[in-house]
């Protein structure tokens, strides 16, 4: 069964072997296929820019031979997240924005709004929430597994530990996974003829009763001998290759991490790592009860202020994208997934983090981006001791426009670049002297700190060129 529903797809001509693994990526390699060539590919958030044709087709359509290609197509086209996100919370404080937003969606954003009316100290504790959210392998053990990788001398090793990290992020996400199983099967009965839908519904309800006992053996047993069977049985009767046949592949997928993050998978991954000298002295302290206590006090497990909001929203996007609300609530929470699987993307190599700004009783919100260790493209200046850091920061205010702060940070040494709406311009300089003086005031060194009028808002790639490094990523031709 875990061959059958396995989530990865294998790639033609590739074994996996330590030969293949080893072959330096590079556009001029000609065993790899598909390699993006930076050369060719401009201002991927391309908000004010176009697109590269040459890149995606005479069509302009999604390409599917290359999965960091779609990434940099994705990224050109995202939305704007933070003013999706304003106008959904003017829209849930009574304010007209947003028509034909249902009762249930409104009650998640009126309680997500609660959660943003916070003090200064309370906004640092949100910001440095949503780190810590996207941090889910935190904690001493694995920062120990995360040295142990690197310092491994075998193929062996390393593969053990991605294997257990798999098995935990499965494991973490349980009750995530069991929610789809049951949203996937409910859109399935929906979508078929109800002599069909009614059997499929009286499975869905003892699948949801085994998943309040926590019988997972149970559940998985009753998806591979009834529910599979009977989807199989509906498509090939029917012929009906529409949205059950779409449903039953993604839930194929999430019977596959199912199976992967049971208790059982847990321990027996970790027990193989025991089994090596270089990890046994470390780990061996560490019992099956120790183990599940340190992976649930992590900081994954933990609720934090900003957890509890993205909770909130997710609850809302996942009624309007059930059909809840009129289009265009729709159409918002399309927008602000989309933006948000992008900046959690796996080729994303930034931070990506959320301010909400309450100005004259409007909720806002502005969007930051950092690369925590952006040396290698600004270079490393003599006597300096820490990494090199950059922010981009765009915030937007109603009464005067859209602001880009690029923030470049060395030890104290920070450099701010603001790129100001027209009606900012004049006063230029006494932002300049405002800026130098906060961060003086801050035990912080000014370096250049300027403020232009702005020509264009500024795009990803031109502050963060490391985005075009697909070769550091996994770019599979399906």
Request: overall charge negative; glycine content about 8%; aromatic content about 6%.
């Amino acid at each position: 069964m875990p061959e059958l529903l396995g989530a990865t797809n294998p790639v033609p001509g590739y074994d996996n072997s330590a030969a293949n693994r080893n072959i330096p990526v590079s556009p001029s390699n000609t065993q790899i296929q598909n390699v993006p060539d930076p050369n060719r590919v401009v201002g991927p958030d391309g908000r004010t820019e176009q697109q590269d044709s040459g890149m995606l087709g005479d069509s302009g359509q999604i390409r599917y031979d290359s999965n960091f290609q779609t990434f940099l197509q994705r990224l050109r086209e995202t939305p704007n997240l933070a003013e999706s996100l304003s106008r959904l919370f003017m829209a849930g404080e009574g304010t007209v924005v947003l028509s034909g937003m249902s009762e249930g969606i409104a009650g998640e954003i009126s309680q997500a709004l609660e959660m943003l009316r916070m003090d200064p100290d309370q906004l640092l504790e949100f910001v440095s929430g949503q780190f810590k959210a996207g941090t889910r392998f935190g904690g001493a053990l694995f920062a120990l597994l995360r040295n142990a990788y690197v310092k491994a001398a075998s193929d062996g090793v390393r593969t053990d530990i991605l294997q257990f990290l798999k098995n935990y992020a499965d494991f973490s996400s349980t009750k995530h996974i069991e929610g789809n199983l049951l949203r996937n099967l409910a859109g399935m009965a929906n979508a078929m003829p109800a002599s069909w839908a009614e059997k499929l519904r009286d499975l869905a309800a003892r699948l949801e009763n085994g998943i309040a006992a926590g019988d997972r053996q149970g559940n998985l047993a009753l998806l591979r001998e009834e529910i599979f069977p009977h989807m199989a049985a509906y498509v090939g009767h029917t012929h009906d290759m529409g949205t059950p046949r779409g449903l039953l592949s993604l839930l194929t997928l999430d019977v596959a991490r199912y199976e992967n993050g049971s208790l059982e998978k847990l321990l027996e991954s970790f027990h193989q790592l025991n089994g090596y000298g270089t990890l046994k002295s470390q780990l061996g302290g560490i019992d099956d009860q120790a183990l599940l206590k340190l992976l649930r006090s992590s900081e994954a497990a933990q609720s934090t202020p900003a957890k509890q909001f993205s909770d909130r929203l997710a609850g809302a996007a996942s009624r309007a994208l059930r059909g809840e609300g009129s289009a265009e609530v729709q159409q918002v929470f399309q927008q602000l997934v989309n933006a948000m699987l992008v900046n959690e993307s796996v080729y994303m190599p930034l931070n990506h983090f959320l301010f909400p700004l309450e100005l004259d009783g409007r909720m806002l919100f502005s969007e930051m981006w950092v690369d925590p260790d952006a040396e290698e493209k600004e270079g490393r200046r003599e006597g300096q001791r820490g990494n090199t850091m950059k922010f981009l920061l765009k915030v937007d205010v109603q009464s005067l426009g859209l602001f880009d702060i690029v923030l470049t940070s060395r030890d104290k040494e920070v450099d701010i670049r603001i790129a100001c709406p027209d009606r900012v311009t004049p006063f230029s300089k006494e932002i300049e002297q405002s800026v130098a003086q906060i961060l003086a005031r801050n035990d912080l060194t000014p370096g250049s700190v300027s403020v232009r009028r702005m020509e264009r808002p500024v795009s990803l790639t031109e502050v963060f060129p490391k985005i075009f490094e697909g070769k550091n990523s996994v770019n599979v031709k399906v």
